[in-house]
């Protein structure tokens, strides 16, 4: 049976006494001098936060972009991880590397604005989170201090022990003037890769018991420096350590105290007066996150009061607390914002001053459909949800919602749903990556309107407890749910925009039906040993025709021409015109050579579109001897149900369809084929 004991020996005392490491200030000038990253300031410990994840450097549409795999939240088994935002997220972390740099981006309020639901709260919790874990680690230690005071000194601070109220770096007890030379003696200036960002002086609580102690001793540092006890930081936002968050309330419930901090009325009998430091709280959110990173959500809903504190708190790094002197602050000012907010700032000209003080980081809806699929497969998977969630059904979703996303392309030759495939990475003739560059650009607004993956996410959920999807979730349902909330949705402003999203949704049905009719096609043809029997065939004969021989019959021994109609109906299946054929062959054959020389032999699976071809072929062939379009009547022969059962099993294992998914694909492609409008 469990007991206490045995729950005690998961701990680890080495952890703990890490985290809890506390000593005098002559041991913190020692670990200073051996590891002077711990005097960071708060932007360059969140720089160097992101970057001890590493960094990941690729090449897209000819130009170099970084990915960072912080933000794919892996240490929470990627919870909040944030997809297909790299230029975005790119652009944030080079603000962090500049204020780290001290060139100026440091006095600025980080503005996150997009649509809603683009992640922007996402990215400020795993900064926040990021911060707090990355405190814990030897690279991501910060230090602060308390005063430890004996009985006969007690009433300077009000008790033994007074910890900074904002824990403040303990090297701000230095006094300004003698700072620099103590950087240079502990070399500060020729090991710490920033610049020393440590400004100002220590709150107004540790200076009121700085003050009263160097009158105690007569200007003696030393001495007021021998009740000094450093100690570890661990940054918590649920403890309100260097990590704050505020969110606008009701305009008539505002108070920019929250911010500051407020008096603490019943110290004031205590100490005597309103204005004594010890008898204040500096709990408000700019304290408790210096160090560290406080975020406002919804920043611009605050009221002209808190945007004032806003002002300098970014600028100057200094907070008014009620009654007391400009308050020193270290700490990184991230806020974010929806259009409609963003746009009454725009046209309100008394906020310039704060228009001036931002850096608008633009958060975009995803437009690249192999992104948005993450998103969905992450909460979505066969782990977390029991019930079958039939192929593709992810991909609809995602590319339903990326379409809607997407301005029309300008140019008369390209339909949407191409130009949703060219930003995919997927290529088309007569398109290039500079094209795909230009189309981007030309498309300013894109990705800042559209729907959101809540929507999506929320939908697949009305699906998977829907009762007609009992047994599995399939396409389908899911477009069926997509559709039908269209009606209710409350982000929907008018009835083109409402058509304009249910035409997406037919392009995409479209574009399904397509891709189960190909599945069942290569099912179906997914006979290794017929196709490269098919494939010899071609090859002898396209072999034959580009060097003008005949072909040998194997049945009757006799030389013949070369089958041109077998040719033709293979190349047809890949839109090989009559004009390019025999481009096409010269192509094959001058492959195939080229592997004989390098000693290798031809594989018709290393060539996609002959491949293609032979499949179309040898489906064409055989869809009816299998009768397909059978499945929908009532009487399937024995025979029929045999070469059936044989392309579901081929489902199942090729495709990852169950045996009822695998049925309902098979009865759908059957249908189109008894329509007769399937594509040859």
């Known amino acids: 049976m469990l007991n206490v004991a045995q729950i005690a020996q998961m701990q680890d005392f080495k952890t703990y006494k890490d985290l809890h490491w506390e000593g005098s200030f002559d041991e913190y000038l020692g670990l200073v001098r051996e590891r002077p990253a711990i005097i960071r300031s708060a932007y360059q410990r969140c720089y160097d936060m992101i970057e001890s994840h590493g960094r990941e450097e690729y090449i897209d549409s000819r130009k170099k972009l970084v990915r960072y795999p912080f933000f794919r939240d892996e240490q929470n088994k990627g919870a909040d991880a944030v997809f297909g935002l790299d230029i975005p997220l790119m652009r944030l972390v080079n603000i962090f590397k500049s204020a780290a740099m001290g060139y100026g981006t440091e ?108 009158k105690h001793y007569a200007g003696d540092w030393s001495k007021v420096m021998s009740h000094i006890r450093v100690r570890r930081l661990t940054l918590s936002e649920k403890d309100r350590v260097g990590i704050g968050t505020f969110q606008p309330k009701d305009e008539k419930n505002q108070d920019s105290t929250e911010l500051s901090g407020d008096i603490n009325y019943r110290k004031i009998a205590e100490f005597g007066s309103d204005s004594d430091p010890r008898a204040f709280n500096f709990d408000g959110e700019f304290n408790i996150a210096n160090r560290g990173i406080i975020e406002f959500i919804e920043v611009l809903k605050l009221d002209v009061a808190f945007l004032y504190d806003l002002l300098s708190a970014s600028q100057e790094h200094k907070i008014k607390p009620k009654k007391f002197a400009q308050t020193d602050i270290d700490e990184v000012i991230l ?47 066969q782990d ?91 396409p389908f349902l899911l477009m069926n749910e ?57 090859i002898d004969n396209v072999k034959a025709y580009t060097q003008r021989e005949k072909v040998k019959n ?6 013949e021409e070369p089958d041109e109609r077998l040719m033709r109906s293979i190349e047809e299946k890949i839109d090989i015109p009559e004009s390019r054929k025999d481009d096409f062959r010269r192509e094959i054959m001058n492959y195939i050579g080229a592997l004989a020389i390098e000693g290798k032999v031809f594989d018709y699976r290393t060539n996609e579109r002959l491949h293609k071809a032979l499949e179309a072929k040898l489906f064409e062939d055989q869809k009816d001897s299998i009768k397909l379009s059978s499945l929908i009547s009532n009487v399937v022969d024995r025979e029929t149900q045999k070469k059936i059962d044989i392309v579901k099993q081929r489902m199942i294992r090729n495709f990852g369809y169950n045996e009822e998914s695998a049925t309902d694909v098979l009865n759908y492609v059957a249908s189109i084929f008894a329509r007769g409008d399937a594509k040859s």
Request: glycine share 4%; charged share 30%; aromatic share 8%.
């Open 335 to 381: 806020g974010h914002t929806n259009e409609a907010e963003y746009k009454k700032l725009l046209n309100n000209e008394f906020m310039e001053a704060l228009r001036d003080r931002t850096v608008k980081i633009d958060i975009p809806y995803i437009t690249k459909l192999d992104e948005e699929i993450k998103i969905y497969v992450k909460d979505y998977n």
């Open 482 to 538: 997509l559709e039908a909330g269209l009606r209710h949705h409350s982000l929907i402003s008018n009835d083109e925009q409402r058509k304009h999203f249910r035409n997406m949704i037919a392009l995409v049905k479209q574009e399904y039906e397509d891709i189960v009719k190909n599945e069942v096609q290569r099912a179906i043809s997914a006979d290794e040993e017929a196709v490269q029997k098919l494939c010899a065939n071609y």
């Open 554 to 559: 194997k049945y009757t021994g006799q030389d």
């Open 107 to 214: 006095k600025r309020v980080i503005l996150l604005h997009g649509p809603v639901g683009s992640s922007k709260s996402t990215i400020a919790r795993l900064l926040k989170r990021g911060l707090e874990r990355y405190s814990r680690s030897i690279e991501g230690a910060v230090y602060t201090f308390e005063w430890r005071l004996p009985d006969e000194l007690m009433k300077i601070a009000g008790a033994n022990v007074f910890k900074s109220p904002m824990n403040e770096e303990p090297l701000k007890l230095v006094p300004e003037e003698w700072r620099k030379q103590v950087y240079e003696d502990l070399g500060l200036y020729k090991n710490f890769q920033y610049p020393i960002q440590i400004a100002g002086d220590i709150d107004p609580a540790s200076r009121f018991i700085f003050n009263e102690l160097m």
């Open 384 to 474: 977390r949800i029991k019930k079958h969630i039939a192929p593709h059904t992810m991909e609809v979703a995602a590319m339903w919602a990326v379409l809607t996303r997407l301005e029309e392309p300008k140019k008369h030759n390209l339909t949407i749903m191409q130009k949703m495939k060219l930003y995919n990475g997927k290529s088309l003739p007569g398109y290039t990556e500079d094209n795909v560059k230009e189309l981007r650009k030309e498309a300013s607004r894109e990705g800042m309107d559209g729907i959101s993956p809540r929507y999506v996410q929320d939908k697949i959920s009305n699906a998977l407890v829907s009762e007609k999807s009992e047994g599995h979730l399939n």
